[in-house]
């Protein structure tokens, strides 16, 4: 997807976006996440497998949070009991899902566990660098419908194939703590910085008029407004719409989305886009609330027809971040699956 087409469709308000990504854009991601899932079930011993292997449709699927596992214990294999050989397959998998920045951002989620392990000195909370898991729903094949999480605090992706061809991406949720990294050896590490920077510099960008608009509170909430939750519906108020920003500030709205969609692999993020498309561009809108000033508790979401961002940073006197991808009928994949089933005989 290159970006000067998506910004075409931004610049022409009220008119559906006119280029068409065909949905096999996902087909090397397909191929690579299929090839990567059976070399990492392959290298599984009995044991670990029949915890790791759960049918497509079991409720497991379904369950998902971004808390510490001591308050959400999570059902798969963990990172910590694989061995060099069976860690390694593991990651090619999660690779496989993302593009390289991604990838590389997920680790630094991972890795801030021992940050905070050296800054609480135990506690509540193990805090463990590799207290993730791994979980695959289905059988994974070139023509069925099959799945996988890769979860633990702070990081939930979830990742659904329809019909071996295409990829649903949602939830996918990435939290960072600290936000920022005050001391230490990693001091000054941001591991979400792109999602904070890119959106204030589009705050900042609004004249008096629009910020009016955008604002939608000088307090922001406690937390992501969705939460954890299975299903959701669009949040009002929804802010400033694209159609009221200008060229350079539709530009910068593109900059924020493409923070999120840069996450997952050039073809999970094209499929992303493509639908982004078909809803209809011009229907984006963005919201802020809370302070406007770096180190101040504040919160954005940017909402069209069929997703929502949403990012919160006002723990830990804001120096906590969540952030979130959703799709309101596409989360886990429901809206892919109940077109495969209704176009493909069974």
């Given at each position: 997807?290159?970006?000067?087409?998506?910004?075409?469709?931004?610049?022409?308000?009220?008119?559906?976006?006119?280029?068409?990504?065909?949905s096999a854009s996902c087909s090397s991601s397909t191929d690579e996440m299929l090839g990567a899932a059976n070399d990492f079930i392959s290298i599984l011993s009995e044991e670990q497998r029949e915890r790791t292997?759960?049918?497509?449709?079991?409720?497991?699927?379904?369950?998902?949070?971004?808390?510490?596992?001591?308050?959400?214990?999570?059902?798969?294999?963990?990172?910590?009991?694989?061995?060099?050989?069976?860690?390694?397959?593991?990651?090619?998998?999660?690779?496989?899902?993302?593009?390289?920045?991604?990838?590389?951002?997920?680790?630094?989620?991972?890795?801030?566990?021992?940050?905070?392990?050296?800054?609480?000195?135990?506690?509540?909370?193990?805090?463990?660098?590799?207290?993730?898991?791994?979980?695959?729903?289905?059988?994974?094949?070139?023509?069925?419908?099959?799945?996988?999480?890769?979860?633990?605090?702070?990081?939930?992706?979830?990742?659904?194939?329809?019909?071996?061809?295409?990829?649903?991406s949602s939830p996918a949720f990435l939290g960072a703590n600290p936000a920022e990294v005050l001391d230490g050896p990693d001091k000054g590490l941001r591991a979400l910085a792109d999602k904070e920077d890119v959106?204030?510099?589009?705050?900042?960008?609004?004249?008096?008029?629009?910020?009016?608009?955008?604002?939608?509170?000088?307090?922001?909430?406690?937390?992501?407004?969705?939460?954890?939750?299975?299903?959701?519906?669009?949040?009002?108020?929804?802010?400033?719409?694209?159609?009221?920003?200008?060229?350079?500030?539709?530009?910068?709205?593109?900059?924020?989305?493409?923070?999120?969609?840069?996450?997952?692999?050039?073809?999970?993020?094209?499929?992303?886009?493509?639908?982004?498309?078909?809803?209809?561009?011009?229907?984006?809108?963005?919201?802020?609330?809370?302070?406007?000033?770096?180190?101040?508790?504040?919160?954005?979401?940017?909402?069209?027809?069929?997703?929502?961002?949403?990012?919160?940073?006002?723990?830990?006197?804001?120096?906590?971040?969540?952030?979130?991808?959703?799709?309101?009928?596409?989360?886990?994949?429901?809206?892919?699956?109940?077109?495969?089933?209704?176009?493909?005989?069974?």
């Amino acid at each position: 997807m290159k970006k000067s087409e998506f910004v075409r469709s931004l610049l022409m308000p009220g008119v559906m976006a006119s280029v068409v990504l065909i949905s096999a854009s996902c087909s090397s991601s397909t191929d690579e996440m299929l090839g990567a899932a059976n070399d990492f079930i392959s290298i599984l011993s009995e044991e670990q497998r029949e915890r790791t292997l759960f049918e497509f449709e079991d409720a497991e699927r379904h369950r998902w949070h971004f808390i510490p596992p001591e308050m959400f214990p999570r059902a798969g294999v963990g990172l910590k009991e694989l061995d060099p050989e069976q860690s390694g397959r593991a990651h090619d998998l999660i690779r496989s899902a993302l593009s390289q920045s991604g990838y590389m951002t997920t680790i630094q989620i991972m890795e801030l566990e021992d940050v905070l392990q050296a800054l609480e000195g135990g506690g509540r909370f193990a805090r463990d660098s590799e207290e993730y898991v791994l979980s695959v729903f289905g059988t994974p094949s070139a023509d069925t419908s099959w799945g996988w999480r890769f979860e633990g605090h702070h990081v939930s992706l979830h990742f659904t194939i329809v019909g071996g061809a295409v990829i649903a991406s949602s939830p996918a949720f990435l939290g960072a703590n600290p936000a920022e990294v005050l001391d230490g050896p990693d001091k000054g590490l941001r591991a979400l910085a792109d999602k904070e920077d890119v959106a204030r510099t589009l705050l900042q960008a609004l004249d008096a008029g629009q910020r009016e608009m955008a604002i939608i509170s000088d307090v922001a909430p406690r937390d992501i407004v969705t939460g954890a939750e299975l299903e959701i519906d669009p949040l009002t108020p929804v802010g400033i719409g694209a159609t009221m920003l200008s060229e350079e500030q539709r530009l910068l709205l593109m900059d924020l989305i493409t923070a999120y969609t840069s996450v997952m692999a050039e073809g999970i993020a094209d499929y992303r886009l493509e639908k982004l498309y078909d809803a209809g561009i011009d229907k984006i809108a963005f919201a802020w609330a809370g302070g406007v000033e770096r180190g101040e508790q504040h919160y954005y979401r940017v909402q069209g027809p069929t997703f929502l961002i949403e990012y919160d940073n006002t723990q830990n006197n804001a120096n906590h971040i969540h952030s979130v991808w959703r799709e309101f009928n596409g989360d886990f994949g429901r809206d892919l699956l109940r077109e495969h089933v209704s176009s493909t005989p069974h």
